[in-house]
């Protein structure tokens, strides 16, 4: 099983209200994430304990320069960001390095997998 892991607890609120259905993640993560692969959205720092929030399906990676990102791109992966300063300054403090317009990101959109208990 895959994981889409976040580090900071402050999006677990997001997740689970369907506010933050999408990721930006610095390089090509094509090859880590396709469309249609089931995956655990989780919170928790890396090489530590992670939290389970929901399950979720990859619906589209998309991989761009930064400066092809559109509003949406943005919102859905933090709705209190408006513009790409904004993503670029987060981006540089999780990386950190200093992060370019034409700096590749990949933008993994996700929907969380709703299971309902069996009924036998």
């Known amino acids: ?3 889409l892991n976040f580090y900071s607890p402050l999006f677990v609120d997001q997740l689970r209200k369907g506010r933050k259905t ?3 993640r610095l390089g090509d993560k094509a090859h880590q994430y396709r469309k249609g692969q089931l995956c655990w959205v ?3 720092h ?3 304990p ?3 929030i ?3 399906i990859i619906d589209l990676v998309d991989v761009k320069p930064i400066r092809e990102l559109t509003q949406r791109d943005i919102e859905r992966d933090n709705p209190e960001f408006r513009l790409i300063e904004d993503t670029m300054h987060f981006l540089s403090q999780i ?3 200093e992060i370019t317009l ?3 990101v990949s933008v993994v959109h996700f929907s969380e997998v709703v299971e309902f208990p069996s009924l036998k």
């Open 95 to 97: 990386y950190s390095r």
């Open 1 to 3: 099983m895959y994981a």
């Open 42 to 44: 989780t919170v928790g």
């Open 50 to 52: 992670r939290q389970k």
């Open 54 to 56: 929901f399950t979720a």
């Open 22 to 24: 999408a990721t930006i």
């Open 102 to 104: 034409d700096d590749v």
């Open 46 to 48: 890396r090489h530590g």
